[in-house]
């Protein structure tokens, strides 16, 4: 599913126009990126938990030339399935 898809089915099941719709979604979507950039956490019951966590700097090779290059840290974004969701998806 992309975010057409996802506009679609927003609009079907809520019977708001395409454009709300959109407009909606982007909302989410836009308070969604807000709260990751501050490393504020997204637990949203039934579904799941977003957060940031940061990543150590680590050792790696450059598979072209085989020397080794060292992986700076970082920031990067987990999801972690609520319980909901999991037995959603493995019924």
């Known amino acids: 599913m992309n975010k057409a898809d996802l506009i ?6 809520s019977g708001l126009t395409k454009k709300d719709s959109e407009i909606a979604v982007n909302g989410v979507m836009d ?7 501050n490393d ?7 579904f799941g938990t977003f957060k940031v966590v940061q990543r150590k700097a680590r050792k ?3 598979i ?5 290059i060292t992986i700076p840290a970082k920031k990067a974004v987990r999801f972690v399935p609520g319980k909901t969701l ?5 019924k």
């Not at 679609?8 to 099941?13: N, T």
């Not at 072209?64 to 080794?68: F, L, N, S, Y």
């Not at 999991?86 to 493995?90: E, F, G, S, T």
């Open 86 to 90: 999991k037995d959603i998806v493995n």
């Open 64 to 68: 072209q030339t085989k020397k080794p």
């Open 60 to 62: 790696g090779m450059n």
């Open 31 to 37: 308070s969604l990126k807000e709260a990751l950039k």
């Open 40 to 46: 504020d956490k997204i637990q949203l019951i039934g």
């Open 8 to 13: 679609a089915k927003v609009a079907a099941k």
